[in-house]
């Protein structure tokens, strides 16, 4: 089994930055993809970025050019460095990860919440 951690969440004016960190243990070498989602009070949980074995990244329009997840994988530590924040990045951040080559993200951390003020 896999477990995550996350840390790194805070309160942040506009236009600040963030780093949240996502540290995974246990069967760390059958982790397929990891990434990180957010929601927002009232709703639905989104994909924000994400991080395949093979480090292809894929970003949601929302946070392009603002945001860039990194792994170390020496450390089995996935990062999400938020530039530029806005009041519409507030929300729970979940780091997840993805167990299975095809499918959906089936490994969760308790998230941690982001909060940028206007």
């Known amino acids: 089994q896999v477990q995550l951690v996350e840390s790194g969440g805070g309160l942040v004016q506009t236009g600040g930055s963030l780093r949240l960190s996502c540290a995974a243990s246990?069967?760390?070498?059958?982790?397929?993809?990891m990434g990180w989602f957010r929601q927002a009070p009232g709703k639905e949980r989104e994909l924000v970025a994400d991080i395949s074995r093979g480090s292809n990244t894929y970003y949601a329009d929302s946070v392009k050019g603002r945001f860039t997840i990194s792994r170390d994988n020496a450390k089995n530590t996935v990062y999400l460095q938020m530039n530029s924040l806005k009041p519409e990045d507030t929300a729970v951040y979940y780091c997840a990860a993805k167990t299975y080559l095809v499918g959906k993200y089936d490994i969760w951390g308790q998230g941690t919440q982001v909060t940028v003020s206007s």
């Open positions: 246990g069967r760390t070498f059958g982790i397929y993809a």
